[in-house]
């Protein structure tokens, strides 16, 4: 079992403008059996304007990953779901949310416990619909780097 959490983000969407910053949160829960793993992750990117306003979007994914060597980890998944939240438009709310993850981890193992680092990037988009009608899309790239613990069992 490895748990695993952002330590450090970058955004590598559309240039940013001159006060705009982005960082991210979240976590990774992960389960592996030989070889082949599977977990889910939840990433929460924060956009604040030069205004000082700011949004959240968070991305759920489901993943599968492989472990071909004790060092290395590598795998792939897919937005399952998401949320939104906007210091601006209380009335907004997320009509749907997909797009994908990809990530690997550096596994140093200590007997029955692993530290690990890891690189995640993701694409994903997010539709929004306003209570007005409007609707509105936020194409999220950004990746993040982590570190975590695993346990054997």
Known sequence: MRLHIPVSSSWSG???NSGESTSSS???LRGI???IG???TSSTLKYTS???SSSKYTSNAIDLSVTPIDLLTVGYGMVMSGDIV???CPNAELDSASGSTMFFNLNFGLGP???LLGYRTWDAKHKVKY???GTGEAGLKYSEIGAGVGFGF
């Open 14 to 16: 559309e240039s940013l």
């Open 26 to 28: 979240g976590y990774s």
């Open 33 to 35: 059996f030989g070889l």
């Open 38 to 40: 599977a977990g889910y």
């Open 50 to 52: 030069s205004s000082g």
């Open 86 to 88: 906007f210091d601006c």
């Open 113 to 115: 416990v692993d530290l």
């Open 131 to 133: 209570s007005n009608g």
